[in-house]
C-alpha cells in the first residue's frame, strides 16, 4: 500500500499565486506572529513530514484494528485506540500542531487559517481517523473562545489549545439526528451555579480514548421550563475527570462510553455511545447564555462543516496518487502503437479517469484555501466593511464546499477504484479504504440535502441574493480578464466559463423564485444547484489558476507544475464545467411529479 505523498507544490501554489499569502500575513494579527511566505513554507515542509512518516504509516493499521472498547474497572467502558495512535499524537502534541491556528493569549501561535487549512489537509490525506480527534478540539476550543467565561477559558483553553486534552461535540441522540429540536438531554440546576446532565448522545467521535488524560465534552442539553424547539438548548462543558484544587484531572465525572459503533469506514475513530446521568448527573459549567446553545454550537459546526470538505479533499489526494502509482506499474494490453504490453496510463479511459480525480481535486483545494483566506480576513482585517464582505463570502461558499467536495470525493474515490479495475475491490491493495473512510463525508456535520437547503434557502433569501450576485459579478470580471488573455489556452477556458456562469445565473434566479413560491419545490432541485455551484466556482478558480500558470511561463518559469497546471485546467473546463448545463436544465424545470407521488411509490 502506497504511503500518503503530500502535494506541497500544488499546496504552495494555491496558497502563493492563487490565495496570495503575502496579503493575508500582512493581517495586523498575523504581523504579531512573524508570519511571512518564509515561514509558511517551511512550517508546510515539517507538516508534510509528519503527516508522510508518522500519520500515513498508522492508516491501514487504524483501518485494520480500528478502536476497541472493553470494560472499565469501575463498571463502566473504556475505549483503546488502535496501536500507534497514542504514541503519534504525544509526537503530535509535543510538536505544537494544535496551537497552530490558536490565539496566542492561551498558547496558541496565532498563524493564518489558510495555512492551518493545507496543514488540516495533510493531516487528513494522511491519516483520516487520526485527524477526527484534532478538528473537534479546535472546534471546542473556538466554541469556548468565543461564549465561555474567563473562568472556564483560563481553566481549560491553554490545555485544549496544547492538545494536552481533547475536545468533543455532544449532539446527536438516538430520537434527535439532522432534527435538533428534538433533543432530550437535560440539565438540572445546582445551587452553585453548576449542572447535572441526564442523558444519551450517540455517535459522539472521539468521545472516549486512550491518547489524552481528560475529554472536554461540549453538551447540548435543556434546562427545567425552557421552551421547546431548538430555542430550549443550552450548551455546557463537561469534562471526563473533574478537576481538583490544583486544576489537574481527579474524580471521574458521571459520563460513561456505553459501547461504540462498528462501521464501514473510519475505524481507527471511535465513534461513541455517552450516558451522562447514570448516578447523579454529570457535572457541567454553562457556556454563554441559558437558551443559546445551538447558535454557540454552530460555531462548532460550522467549523466543523469547512474542517469536512477539507477532509474529502485530503482523501480525494490519497485516491489519485495510489490510483496514478498503479496506472503506471500495472502493464496491460497495447496502444497499438508499440508492439509489447505497456502501461494501463496510456489507456484512454484510464487517462480520463486520474485527470477527472486530479483537475477535479486541484479545483476543491482551490476553493477551500479561499474560503481559509477569507477566514482570516473576516477575522483580521482593520477596514469592518472587508471584514463584513468577507464574512458574508464564507458563508456562502461554505455549504457549497461542504456538499460539492464530498459528493465529488465519493465519485473521485470510486473512480480510482475504477483504475484498480479487479485489484480495487480487494482491501489488501488499500484503495477501498479510501471509498470507505470517505463515504461519511456528505453524511456527518450536516448531510448534502441540509447544504442544500442552507444554499436555496437562508443564504439566498437573506439578502435577496445580493451576496450571491456581487460573487457572480467578481466571476465574471475575471472570466473576462481570462478572456483577453495572450495565452490561448486561458481563452478556451473563458468561453467555457461563461457558459457556466450563464447557468449559475439562470439556476439561481429559478430556485430564488421555487423557495419563494413553494420552498417544497425548491428543496427538490436544492441539491444539484448545490451541485451547479461547486462545479462553476470549481471552474472559475481553475481558470484563475490557470491565468497565473500561464504568465509565469510567458515570464520564463522552467517549472514544469505550471504546464502540468494549465492542462488540468483546460480539462476542467472541457470536461467537468459542461456538466452545469444539465445541472441548470434540473433546477429550472417545473415539474411537480416528486412531490405528487403517493409514498408508497417509494
Not at 474497572?73 to 504514541?87: C, K
Amino acid at each position: 500500500m502506497q504511503s500518503y505523498n503530500p502535494p506541497i507544490r500544488d499546496i504552495r501554489f494555491v496558497i502563493h499565486e492563487l490565495v496570495g499569502a503575502a496579503s493575508i500575513c500582512a493581517l495586523p494579527a498575523y504581523r504579531a506572529s512573524e508570519c511571512d511566505p518564509a515561514l509558511i513554507d517551511a512550517v508546510l515542509d515539517e507538516a508534510g513530514k509528519f503527516a508522510g512518516e508518522v500519520l500515513s504509516p498508522l492508516n491501514a493499521i487504524g483501518d485494520r484494528e480500528g478502536a476497541r472498547w472493553q470494560p472499565g474497572s469501575d463498571g463502566t467502558g473504556e475505549v483503546r485506540t488502535a496501536p500507534g495512535f497514542p504514541e503519534a499524537y504525544r509526537r503530535f502534541v509535543e510538536g505544537g500542531w494544535m496551537a497552530l491556528p490558536c490565539a496566542p493569549q492561551f498558547g496558541g501561535q496565532g498563524l493564518p487559517r489558510l495555512l492551518a487549512t493545507a496543514v488540516s489537509e495533510m493531516w487528513k490525506g494522511a491519516n483520516l481517523s487520526f485527524s477526527h480527534v484534532i478538528t473537534l478540539t479546535h472546534g471546542a476550543i473556538e466554541a469556548l473562545t468565543i461564549a465561555g467565561s474567563d473562568e472556564l477559558k483560563a481553566t481549560y483553553l491553554p490545555r485544549l489549545v496544547s492538545g494536552e486534552w481533547t475536545g468533543t461535540m455532544n449532539i446527536t441522540e438516538p430520537q434527535a439526528g439532522s432534527d435538533l429540536a428534538a433533543i432530550a438531554c437535560r440539565a438540572e440546576p445546582q445551587e452553585d451555579g453548576t449542572y447535572r446532565i441526564f442523558g444519551q448522545k450517540i455517535f459522539i467521535t472521539y468521545g472516549d480514548h486512550d491518547i489524552a488524560p481528560n475529554i472536554v465534552h461540549l453538551v447540548l442539553a435543556r434546562t427545567p421550563g425552557a421552551p421547546p424547539g431548538v430555542k430550549g438548548l443550552s450548551l455546557f462543558l463537561v469534562p471526563k475527570f473533574i478537576l481538583d484544587a490544583g486544576g489537574a484531572p481527579g474524580a471521574r465525572n458521571d459520563v460513561h462510553c456505553a459501547s461504540i459503533e462498528h462501521k464501514l469506514g473510519v475505524h481507527g475513530s471511535p465513534t461513541t455511545t455517552l450516558v451522562h446521568g447514570d448516578h447523579g448527573g454529570s457535572l457541567g459549567y454553562l457556556i454563554g447564555e441559558i437558551g443559546r446553545g445551538l447558535e454557540i454550537m454552530f460555531v462548532m459546526m460550522n467549523s466543523a462543516r469547512l474542517s469536512v470538505g477539507t477532509e474529502s479533499l485530503g482523501v480525494a489526494q490519497y485516491a489519485w496518487q495510489m490510483a496514478s502509482a498503479y496506472a503506471r506499474e500495472r502493464l496491460q494490453g497495447s496502444d497499438g502503437k508499440s508492439g509489447g504490453k505497456v502501461p494501463i496510463v496510456r489507456h484512454p479511459d484510464v487517462r480520463r479517469l486520474l485527470m477527472t480525480q486530479r483537475s477535479t481535486t486541484e479545483a476543491i483545494r482551490a476553493l477551500a484555501y479561499t474560503i481559509a483566506g477569507l477566514q482570516d480576513v473576516a477575522h483580521h482585517a482593520e477596514d469592518a466593511e472587508e471584514r463584513q464582505r468577507a464574512h458574508r463570502r464564507v458563508e456562502l461558499l461554505t455549504p457549497i464546499l461542504k456538499g460539492w467536495s464530498t459528493e465529488s470525493a465519493v465519485d473521485l474515490t470510486s473512480m480510482a477504484i475504477q483504475v484498480f479495475g479487479g485489484m480495487g475491490f480487494v482491501e489488501e491493495t488499500g484503495i477501498a479504504q479510501c471509498l470507505r473512510d470517505v463515504r461519511i463525508t456528505p453524511i456527518y456535520e450536516g448531510t448534502t440535502a441540509i447544504q442544500a437547503a442552507d444554499l436555496a434557502g437562508r443564504k439566498l433569501a437573506r439578502d435577496g441574493g445580493e451576496t450571491l450576485n456581487a460573487f457572480l459579478d467578481e466571476m465574471r470580471r475575471d472570466r473576462a480578464a481570462m478572456r483577453t488573455a495572450d495565452d490561448p489556452t486561458v481563452r478556451a477556458i473563458a468561453e467555457e466559463l461563461a457558459r457556466s456562469l450563464d447557468d449559475a445565473a439562470s439556476a439561481a434566479d429559478a430556485i430564488r423564485q421555487k423557495m419563494t413560491s413553494d420552498p417544497a419545490a425548491g428543496l427538490v432541485v436544492a441539491e444539484p444547484f448545490l451541485r451547479l455551484m461547486g462545479t462553476t466556482v470549481g471552474g472559475w478558480l481553475m481558470g484563475k489558476a490557470a491565468r497565473v500558470a500561464a504568465a509565469a511561463l510567458a515570464n520564463g518559469a522552467d517549472d514544469p507544475f505550471y504546464a502540468e497546471k494549465l492542462a488540468t485546467a483546460k480539462f476542467y473546463a472541457d470536461h467537468v464545467l459542461p456538466r452545469t448545463a444539465g445541472l441548470a436544465m434540473t433546477v429550472r424545470s417545473d415539474d411537480g411529479l416528486l412531490l405528487a407521488l403517493a409514498d408508497e411509490v417509494f
